[in-house]
Each structure stands twice: as structure tokens, then as C-alpha cells.
């Protein structure tokens, strides 16, 4: 039962993922609910996002996709009229961009309804014509999740900057703790360059973790500077629930892998980070993965696909990993060689840049960032549009 007196925040993440943008959202919605708001996330039923927000007690809306134009990525719809009559809600905040629209059109009349959007991915094309303008300008705030996005969405959406907000990625190494080894004895593979990789639960196929395996084959019969790498793979669900699991382990039967692979069952993958040597990001629908941030915070070198956020990072922290062309085996096999390699190096670069990225990707500065954002998007409504 919610608190009548407190304000009523809707989340909508129409996903099955569980990538980083869930894992954002998630952390919003239990910062808010700790905090005193009442709050209800839209989302698909069958969801790892949705199982964790039952769980925590919060009440779930079942999405269901509709579409306004399917010939247009920007036209995702879903209807919100009838829980706004039935809830007063003061805010929602939408981690789907083609819902953008959508929202902003249905919350014209609802003039005490703020609207924060958070946008993790680089904008198809300008969005300045005149019939978008006055939806655009019914967002309060847009959130973005990496900073190199900025430049993106002031000129694709013409927003002024003081709607724009970017408060770092929020993490924090203080609640991670190398215990997780209670089935995993860690300490068995201190001989091994350990390299750890993210498989989500709402993977359908292997194909795009092949290209690790074949470079963990070329790499272990070169066996550079003495060292064998072993591959970890880390799920937060058991893999015998992944469907794809008998198409992977024939892959790796076939490259006589299997005792080159380990797999790790864990609810928080940040408590295994602390025990590898090397973090490898292998998505191709996120700019930067969290996980990746939380490996240099614990000094741990990373690999990551090009793209202009991932260089940008390079560039702002030069020396704590590499970059590859995503799917590409061979160029995966020689970063990883240079990791192994200059490992001692790349450790104390991350080392180094610590105090840096701690203070860019606070978990303490995200918090009061985000609470304050909604106090004041959410009072600003009301003396724009106070009853006379």
C-alpha cells in the first residue's frame, strides 16, 4: 500500500533485456522507492526487470506493444490515459525513446505531469520539424547516459542545455564483495589470465559469443608470456535456463574449450569483476556497458567494441584498455594478447585514473542528482501551471 500523501512516479521500460539501461532504470526506481515516492513500473511480465520489481514490492503494469506508425522507429505507443485517471502521477520517467512521442502528445493536457526521459543510444536523425517541436518541448528533463551523447541530442532534438543532465554512470564499488567465491573457489584459477564477459539472460543466440571462443583458441595455443587464458561466463540466472545453452556448449566441444570455460551464476556480476584480470564487452545494443565502468573502478583493464563512446573514454583515461571491432575474432585475439602482456601496466593506469572515475561515476553524486531532479522538475510544474 502506498503512501496517499506521497508522489507517484511511473516508470516505463518495455523490455525482456537486461542490459545496462535495465539495470539503470532498476536502480532509479529503488532509489525513489527508498526515498518515499510511490512507485509503478511498466514493463513486460515475463522480464528479469519485472521478477526483481515484484520482489521489492513494487506494482507492476503489463506493456503491451502498440504502434502508432510502424513504418517509423519514433512512433511506439503505449496508452497511459487510464492510469492517469485512476492515479495521480506526478512524473514519468521512460527509458524507451521511440515512446518519446507517444507520451509527450497523451501528457499535453496533463500540465502537472512532468516527463524525464533517459537516452542511452545516438538519435537516427534530426528531429527540429515543426509538427515535433512542440511534443519535443514537453520533455522536463532528458538524462543521458553517456556524456558524449550531449552534442547528439542538442542539435537532433534542438532542447536547450538546462534540460540536458548527465550525472555519470552511478556506481559504486563499496557494496561489491569478493565473496561470491562461496561455490567458486577463486584461488583454483590464480595460474590463468581469468577474462570475463556479460551474458544476458534475454540472449537468443550464441553467435555473438563465438568470436571470444575462437580467439580464446588461437590465444591458448600461442600462449603468450606463459599464461593460459580461461573464458568466464556470467549470467544472473542458472544457464541451463538459457535456450541457446546446447548451441553453445557444441560450439565449444567443437573447439575443445571445454576446459578453458568457466561459468558463474550470480545475481550482481559486479561481486565477480574484482576476481578477473580482464573485462570484455560483447553487446552491440549498448554505447558502453555499465560493467565495464565498474571493472575500472575495481582496476581491472577492459576490451571494448569501437564506437565514439567507448574511444571517448580511452581518450579521457588513456592507457586503462582497448577497443575492437565488434565480432571481429582476430582483432579481439591480439587486445587480448595485449592485455595479458602489459597487464601490470594496464592496472596501474586504472589504478591511476581511479579518483577520477570515482568522482565522474559517484554513486552518492548520482543519488542526490536524481532526487533533486525530480523535486524540482515536478515543483516547477506546479508554479508554472498552479490553479489561478
Known amino acids: 500500500m502506498g503512501n496517499k500523501y506521497a508522489r507517484n512516479i511511473l516508470y516505463i521500460i518495455p523490455t525482456k533485456n537486461w542490459g545496462t539501461k535495465e539495470r539503470f532504470a532498476f536502480r532509479d526506481i529503488l532509489l525513489a522507492q527508498k526515498y518515499g515516492y510511490n512507485v509503478y513500473l511498466c514493463t513486460n511480465e515475463d522480464s528479469y526487470i519485472a521478477q526483481l520489481a515484484i520482489k521489492s514490492g513494487i506494482d507492476i503494469i503489463a506493456f503491451k506493444e502498440h504502434f502508432l506508425n510502424r513504418f517509423s522507429s519514433f512512433h511506439k505507443h503505449?496508452?497511459?490515459?487510464?492510469?492517469?485517471?485512476n492515479i495521480k502521477i506526478d512524473l514519468v520517467h521512460c527509458y524507451d525513446f521511440r515512446l518519446l512521442f507517444s507520451l509527450s502528445f497523451q501528457l499535453k493536457t496533463e500540465n502537472l505531469t512532468a516527463l524525464v526521459i533517459t537516452q542511452d543510444h545516438v538519435i537516427d536523425k534530426p528531429l527540429q520539424h515543426f509538427w515535433y517541436k512542440p511534443?519535443?518541448?514537453?520533455?522536463?528533463?532528458?538524462?543521458?547516459?553517456?556524456?558524449?551523447?550531449?552534442?547528439?541530442?542538442?542539435?537532433n532534438l534542438a532542447l536547450p542545455q538546462k534540460k540536458i543532465e548527465y550525472f555519470g554512470v552511478g556506481l559504486s564499488?563499496?557494496?561489491?564483495?569478493?565473496?561470491?567465491?562461496?561455490?567458486?573457489?577463486?584461488?583454483?584459477?590464480?595460474?590463468?589470465?581469468?577474462a570475463g564477459t556479460f551474458v544476458s539472460p534475454s540472449l537468443e543466440s550464441e553467435q555473438s559469443l563465438r568470436p571470444l571462443l575462437s580467439s580464446l583458441k588461437v590465444l591458448n595455443a600461442k600462449n603468450p608470456g606463459g599464461t593460459k587464458s580461461k573464458l568466464v561466463f556470467i549470467s544472473v540466472i542458472e544457464f541451463q535456463k538459457l535456450e541457446f545453452l546446447p548451441d553453445l556448449m557444441e560450439f565449444i566441444q567443437q573447439e575443445q574449450l571445454e576446459d578453458d570455460i568457466l561459468f558463474v551464476a550470480a545475481q550482481n556480476a559486479g561481486e565477480v569483476i574484482p576476481h578477473l584480470d580482464l573485462w570484455i564487452s560483447t553487446t552491440s545494443n549498448e554505447l558502453v556497458e555499465d560493467f565495464a565502468i565498474k571493472a575500472l573502478l575495481a582496476e581491472v583493464p577492459v576490451i571494448?567494441?569501437?564506437?565514439?563512446?567507448?574511444?571517448?573514454?580511452?581518450?579521457?583515461?588513456?592507457?586503462?584498455?582497448?577497443?575492437?571491432?565488434?565480432?571481429d575474432a582476430r582483432e579481439l585475439k591480439d587486445k587480448w594478447e595485449k592485455a595479458i602482456l602489459g597487464n601490470a601496466v594496464y592496472?596501474?593506469?586504472?589504478?591511476?585514473?581511479?579518483?577520477?572515475?570515482e568522482r565522474e561515476h559517484s554513486f552518492k553524486n548520482y543519488r542526490t542528482s536524481l532526487l533533486g531532479l525530480y523535486s524540482r522538475v515536478v515543483l516547477r510544474r506546479g508554479r508554472l501551471f498552479r490553479e489561478k
Open 78 to 85: 503505449f496508452p497511459i490515459n487510464k492510469y492517469l485517471k
Open 135 to 155: 511534443l519535443i518541448s514537453r520533455i522536463d528533463s532528458l538524462i543521458l547516459v553517456n556524456k558524449n551523447l550531449k552534442n547528439d541530442s542538442i542539435g
Open 173 to 194: 564499488n563499496e557494496d561489491e564483495s569478493p565473496e561470491i567465491a562461496k561455490n567458486i573457489n577463486f584461488d583454483l584459477y590464480k595460474n590463468y589470465f581469468l
Open 304 to 327: 571494448l567494441p569501437r564506437n565514439f563512446c567507448s574511444t571517448g573514454i580511452f581518450e579521457d583515461f588513456e592507457g586503462v584498455g582497448e577497443t575492437y571491432k565488434l565480432l
Open 347 to 357: 592496472r596501474d593506469k586504472a589504478r591511476l585514473y581511479r579518483f577520477f572515475l
